[in-house]
């Protein structure tokens, strides 16, 4: 670590353990303006981190932070197409496929942005031709139903991203299918007519063996309904392995690509997207990238202090490496954000669950936390009571629109807002014991019951949490979510010093798994392998 990067994580933990006990419900008291001081607005959405145990040295050591790691110069480094991809010596240009001004763009002499505006096209044609019907089944008939075989960054994104916005479905149905659990698969086809479904093969590498599985089966689900000619009309690719495509075989006119510059948990915005396209159309399509790419330019202007990413990203920072809380939950107050967390999860946790820095070196600091998280109401009646209540701290970000979008239930509305800031200000004020004691007797408990029950219904309180608060949500705000939540893990990333954009973390179990499958199928047996393993494989194996 740079000298001024420890002396300023030091005199953090310094001021943290000066502060911890500090009630942050206290902050308001003492200054009627945090919230104004401790909030920031962009394009309609407001990031409330008042509710943080954060002071003004907290923030004003955490700006530091950011310059003492040379954030900006590191932006700029990934905006400009630079081989920050270390280990796999890749550009990280996610952000190039919602740059909203199409000039050349070039990468090693070769102009990305021409790529990027052909196949974009290619994408919209196909979602378009499924949409109009043009492009049908082998029978003739339009497509009703699209299934995604895809995992990982190949699923989550568009499984999420679909769900959003569901009141701008005006295509066939949408389906996605992951896991390699042959149920996945099978109870999806449950009711699906073959004639009248479409199969996408997602998967950056075209060798995943979930997605490879998975399209083998639809592959049969078609050839025993359909006969084998059928295939061709029923499958369509989205890779950047164009030639293994092509041997699965998929028609070339039904593939679309894109690039090693694209990350996987970042490739909504490219073909991957093809699902959304086909759900919502090219025009609210390009909507989407609209709000990610405001975003983007909200990034590299604002100045730290305002830059709503680097915020995130800085109370990120906080939370993990001063704090020391393994954990933060994110809490969607939207039901259509349901896939939000999951999506956010592989985004943050596959970026920065990291043991190494950048150099090899093993990190004397915690990196990524733990991001879980299950949308409101619903969690108050599943997890909050520890949230509450448990020993552990875990800060809440919470996300909440302040319109609904086409509900039905529009009064509904009024409810989902009165719960999410419920809870984060039940997380702050908390309930001392006196209060609680006070408020049985009040309900007639005698002064002993009172006195027995009151530390079981004691709140600490002090736990913080961070509101992201929006107007609706709709393709543009989902777009510029998702980027500010893209941004926060690289700023955070800049921070640890690591490569967020690798993943070798997932190798081991996917080399084990080839490496076991002989001995599940009981095709060879082999006495080095470990008892445990040797002792669940003859169990399960044994039917
Ligand atoms: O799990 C590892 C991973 O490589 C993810 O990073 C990726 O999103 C997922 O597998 C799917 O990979 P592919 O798109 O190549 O099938």
Redesign the pocket.
């Known amino acids: 670590m740079t000298t001024r990067k420890t002396e300023l994580i030091d005199q953090l933990a310094a001021h943290w353990q000066a502060i911890k006990t500090r009630p942050i419900k206290d902050l308001f008291t003492a200054d009627a303006t945090r919230f104004s001081a401790f909030s920031r607005h962009h394009n309609g959405m407001l990031l409330d981190f008042s509710k943080s145990a954060l002071d003004d040295k907290a923030f004003s050591l955490l700006l530091d932070l950011a310059r003492a790691v040379d954030l900006e110069a590191k932006r700029d480094a990934m905006f400009r197409g630079d081989r920050i991809n270390t280990t796999e010596q890749r550009a990280v240009l996610h952000t190039a496929l919602r740059l909203r001004d199409q000039r050349p763009f070039h990468l090693d002499g070769h102009d990305i942005m021409a790529d990027i505006i052909a196949e974009r096209a290619k994408m919209f044609a196909l979602a378009e031709g499924v949409r109009s019907g043009k492009i049908s089944g082998s029978s003739g008939f339009a497509f009703t139903d699209v299934v995604n075989l895809?995992?990982?960054?190949?699923d989550l994104g568009p499984a999420m991203a679909t769900a959003a916005l569901a009141p701008w479905h005006t295509g066939p149905r949408l389906h996605f299918v992951s896991n390699v659990d042959g149920a996945h698969l099978a109870d999806t086809l449950i009711g699906l007519n073959p004639e009248t479904t479409l199969f996408i093969i997602?998967?950056?590498?075209?060798?995943?063996i979930e997605?490879m599985t998975n399209a083998q089966s639809a592959r049969r689900f078609i050839a025993e309904r359909l006969g084998d000619q059928a295939i061709a009309d029923h499958f369509m690719a989205v890779t950047t392995a164009l030639d293994k495509a092509a041997e699965f075989p998929v028609r070339a006119d039904r593939i679309t690509g894109f690039w090693d510059w694209v990350?996987?948990?970042y490739s909504i915005w490219s073909s991957i997207g093809l699902p959304l396209a086909i759900a919502i159309g090219a025009e609210h399509f390009e909507k989407f990238l609209d709000g990610a790419g405001a975003l983007d330019e909200h990034f590299q202007s604002a100045p730290l202090d305002q830059n709503l990413p680097v915020l995130l990203g800085l109370i990120g920072i906080w939370h993990r490496m001063i704090c020391d809380y393994p954990t933060r939950a994110l809490i969607p107050y939207d039901q259509r954000l349901a896939r939000f967390p999951a999506y956010v999860q592989?985004l943050d946790m596959?970026s920065n669950g990291k043991r190494v820095a950048l150099d090899g070196s093993a990190l004397d600091k915690p990196s990524g936390p733990i991001v879980w998280g299950e949308p409101g109401t619903n969690s108050q009646h599943a997890f909050f009571q520890l949230l509450h209540q448990g020993t552990d701290i875990i800060p809440v970000e919470f996300l909440i629109a302040a319109k609904p979008e086409r509900a039905a239930l529009e009064e509904h509305h009024d409810l989902l807002i009165a719960n999410c800031l419920a809870q984060s200000e039940a997380l702050l004020i908390g309930r001392s014991e006196e209060e609680a004691k006070a408020q049985l007797v009040a309900r007639g408990l005698s002064a002993d019951a009172a006195q027995a029950l009151a530390p079981h219904r004691v709140f600490t309180g002090n736990r913080p949490s961070v509101t992201i608060a929006y107007e609706k949500l709709d393709p543009t705000q989902l777009g510029a979510l998702i980027a500010l939540y893209e941004h926060r893990v690289f700023v955070e990333a800049s921070i640890f010093g690591i490569n967020a954009f690798d993943?070798w973390g997932?190798e081991l179990g996917k080399e084990l798994a080839t490496s076991l499958l002989p001995f599940v199928k009981g095709d060879k047996k082999d006495p080095s392998l470990n008892g445990s393993t040797a002792g669940l494989i003859s169990f399960l194996t044994n039917r």
Not at 150 to 154: H, M
Not at 202 to 208: E, I, L
């Open positions: 895809g995992i990982g960054g190949s997602a998967s950056k590498t075209f060798t995943t997605t990350g996987g948990r592989q596959e993943q997932v």
